[in-house]
């Protein structure tokens, strides 16, 4: 019996985890992981070095219909297109576009795709729906320790200093993709929210294995 290829949605707030686990889970299944944010991130490295300002949502729009987007890991992973990532996704004609383009990349399934609309929006009939969160203080320290220098073992004061302004930028962020009109990031009624604040990967790993584990035998018996 072939054992069906599932459309994973994996949505959260930043720092909690997603990327992490989204990449685990599509090498362990031999699937293919979708991070949308890097689109955003592509079309706001895109807009920066066009000059078009993150208001402007036509120009944004037709910006990303004249787009292919082949990614550039480093710099869109730098704080001016943090910011402006999230500023370009509150517009619905940009949302709209990334939404037919990920539509496009998973509906044939065998894919865990991450990002804040997945399993609202994306693919609300997607076969598994996992909405990871963390406390907001851990999410912070996370994102600092990605994209911040090494900390040493006492923190320097320049350090804690960067480290809470980072916190505080993201922060903002959060509460921007939270509350924008179209596509806010909320949870689908039907996610399975896993709180990762206290946890290992690990442990996360786990139990997200274990919710496919359920969804597949269920599947399996289904047909
Ligand atoms: O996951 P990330 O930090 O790389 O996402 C960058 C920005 O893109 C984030 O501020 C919100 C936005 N985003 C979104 O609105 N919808 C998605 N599906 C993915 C990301």
């Known amino acids: 019996m072939a054992i069906k290829r599932l459309i994973i949605a994996i949505d959260g707030p930043a720092g909690a985890g997603k990327s992490t686990i989204a ?15 890097a689109m955003y991130r592509a079309l706001a ?23 292919h987007i082949d990614l550039e890991p480093r710099r869109i992973r730098e704080r001016d297109v943090t910011e402006a990532a999230s500023q370009v996704s509150v517009h619905p004609g940009v949302r709209q576009w990334m939404v037919n383009r990920q539509r496009g990349m998973g509906v044939a399934g065998g894919v865990v ?12 009939d997607a076969d598994v729906k996992i909405f990871l969160d963390a406390a907001p203080e851990v999410r912070g320290e996370r994102r600092y320790r990605q994209q911040g ?3 040493p073992v006492s923190i320097s004061a320049a350090a804690q200093k960067n480290a809470a302004t980072v916190a505080a930028e993201m922060r903002q ?6 509350s924008r009109a179209n596509s806010p990031l909320v949870p689908a009624p039907d996610a399975v929210i896993i709180d990762s604040t206290g946890l ?3 442990q996360v790993m786990e ?17």
Request: glycine fraction near 8%; avoid cysteine; aromatic fraction near 4%.
């Open 23 to 37: 990449s685990r889970l599509a090498r362990h299944l031999g699937y293919v992981n979708i991070e949308t944010g």
């Open 200 to 202: 290992t990967i690990e």
């Open 113 to 124: 795709m991450e990002g804040r609309d997945i399993g609202t929006k994306v693919f609300p």
């Open 173 to 178: 962020r959060d509460e921007r993709d939270r």
């Open 207 to 223: 139990q997200v294995e274990s919710i496919i584990a359920e969804k597949q035998r269920v599947s399996a018996l289904a047909t």
């Open 45 to 67: 490295l895109k807009a920066i070095e066009s000059d078009i300002g993150f208001d402007e949502e036509p120009a944004l729009v037709s910006l990303a219909g004249n787009s």
């Open 149 to 151: 220098p090494v900390v």
